[in-house]
């Protein structure tokens, strides 16, 4: 268990709908990252956030957005959602402002299906 | 320049044979390069991490090759075990971590 939750465990949907991932960081972490893991795409960094700013983005398509609370959980919602959005997400803590150098505890993933 | 590629995308190992995983990448502004492990159902887990200033990082089984000139690194799995049975993920950054990219993966399969 790497002290990473992410709610819910799966979630099905269907196009041109809203989602909201949500994620709590391990005990203390700063830094919170969100990844998209799908067999055509392979696993894709999408954003991180260092104590409730914006520090990177990857491939976040403009539909997706994320924030990070005080609380320092962070919410990924997708909206206006495709089918080939279908995927696993996962979130990713950290202590540091260190990106990927920075050793990450990854989450269990949402699997998110739109029909 | 941003891609890293891996190969194989799958390799099946007997019990105690060596495992080998192999990824080039072209930005040479990548400064660090980690391996990840993932079991099925699982998120992704740190395996091993290499900076170019060595050539070889070895953590108990894992071992890391590094060649900078050729811009290839590899995981060598020695003692391959059941349980090592996952995908492997190679990736590189830069010296801030922020700018960085994952290979495709290879599953690895060891055989009983």
């Known amino acids: 268990d790497s002290g990473v939750t992410q709610t819910p465990k799966h979630l099905i949907t269907a196009t041109g709908q809203r989602v909201t991932l949500r994620c709590s960081p391990r005990?203390?972490?700063?830094?919170v990252y969100w990844y998209q893991q799908s067999l055509d795409q392979g696993l894709q960094f999408l954003i991180h956030?260092?104590?409730?700013?914006?520090?990177a983005k990857g491939n976040i398509l403009e539909r997706f957005s994320a924030q990070q609370f005080p609380d320092l959980h962070s919410e990924l919602n997708l909206s206006s959602l495709e089918l080939g959005d279908s995927a696993l997400y996962f979130c990713?803590?950290?202590?540091?402002?260190?990106?990927?150098?920075?050793?990450?505890?990854f989450g269990p993933g949402t699997r998110l299906t739109v029909l | 320049q941003q891609q890293v590629k891996q190969s194989p995308q799958s390799l099946i190992v007997q019990k105690g044979g060596i495992s080998i995983i192999n990824c080039a990448y072209e930005?040479?502004?990548?400064?660090?390069f980690p391996w990840y492990q993932q079991f099925p159902g699982k998120g992704p887990a740190l395996l091993i991490a290499?900076?170019?200033?060595?050539s070889e990082k070895k953590e108990g089984r894992f071992t890391i090759s590094f060649n900078k000139s050729a811009k290839q690194f590899s995981l060598h799995i020695m003692d391959s075990q059941p349980g090592d049975s996952a995908t492997y993920f190679c990736?590189?950054?830069?010296?801030?971590?922020?700018?960085?990219?994952f290979g495709p993966g290879t599953r690895l399969s060891v055989l009983p």
């Open positions: 990713a803590s950290s202590p540091r402002l260190a990106g990927i150098t920075d050793t990450q505890y």
């Open positions: 005990s203390g972490d700063l830094s």
């Open positions: 956030y260092y104590n409730g700013e914006e520090r």
């Open positions: 930005n040479t502004a990548f400064d660090y």
């Open positions: 290499i900076r170019p200033d060595v």
């Open positions: 990736a590189a950054s830069d010296n801030y971590g922020q700018n960085f990219v």
